[in-house]
């Protein structure tokens, strides 16, 4: 079974352009979350979907980040413009349903510089 | 709030020698607690999960933890360490809709 899948996996870019990063959860996992790791520190929950719907995007900073997942299966995750506070692994999860919450399957990260 | 303390930021070992990596929590319930880890490049991979029950819990890659509630604690331990071992180490707290991860331990392995 294939895991989580995310591109791309590193990506420099320069402060105010926009990026994004793509994210192909386990084959039939319906919940699929975003998590902001910076240098040093845990994981943090940006937005979490059930299927298409964010149901929790409480920590999503939407002046310039989004999100999207509009067929409940890829997800997009986009920021723009970006700053150099940006830098930073943005992880992908899915789990099976919100009642698998604590059976995520991570990702391998995109590591994003903001020069 | 809840919350994960890991107050070993970094920690040496040599190969063979045996582990313990700390994790304090605070959470107003009986807590579902993890143990992560993640190698570099790699995504975090779920070492061991305590719900409820036996408090010494068993894990993949001969890792094991044990609650402690009188002490809130969930630490980790390994008998005899591996060179591939070496990795960062995040213990997490389950809270209703999330979970809330600890900034984690980097355990490095001399030979």
């Known amino acids: 079974e294939a895991g989580v899948v995310q591109s791309p996996r590193y990506k420099i870019i320069e402060k105010k352009q926009p990026v994004a990063f793509w994210c192909n959860p386990i084959?039939?996992?319906?919940?699929l979350y975003w998590y902001l790791q910076n240098l040093g520190q845990g994981p943090e929950l940006l937005i979490r979907?059930?299927?298409?719907?964010?149901?929790?995007d409480s920590q999503l900073p939407k002046d310039r980040f989004s999100a999207e997942r509009l067929k409940g299966v890829d997800s997009t995750l986009k920021i723009q413009p970006a700053e150099l506070g940006d830098s930073a692994v943005y992880l992908c999860?899915?789990?099976?349903?919100?009642?698998?919450?604590?059976?995520?399957?991570f990702g391998p990260g995109t590591r994003l510089t903001v020069t | 709030a809840q919350s994960v303390t890991q107050p070993d930021i970094h920690i040496t070992v040599s190969e063979g020698a045996s582990l313990e990596l700390r994790c304090n929590y605070s959470?107003?319930?009986?807590?579902?607690l993890f143990w992560y880890v993640q190698s570099p490049g790699q995504g975090l991979q779920l070492l061991l999960k305590?719900?409820?029950?036996?408090?010494l819990v068993q894990g993949i890659k001969g890792f094991e933890a044990e609650f402690k509630r009188s002490q809130s604690s969930f630490n980790l331990r390994k008998p005899s360490v591996h060179w591939s071992d070496a990795a960062e180490y995040f213990c997490?707290?389950?809270?209703?809709?999330?979970?809330?991860f600890g900034t984690g331990t980097r355990l490095q392995v001399f030979p």
């Open positions: 999860a899915s789990s099976f349903d919100t009642g698998s919450i604590y059976e995520q399957y």
């Open positions: 979907y059930e299927n298409e719907e964010a149901v929790d």
């Open positions: 305590y719900f409820s029950g036996d408090t």
């Open positions: 959470y107003g319930a009986t807590p579902y």
């Open positions: 997490a707290v389950g809270a209703p809709d999330k979970l809330i």
């Open positions: 084959s039939g996992h319906n919940t």
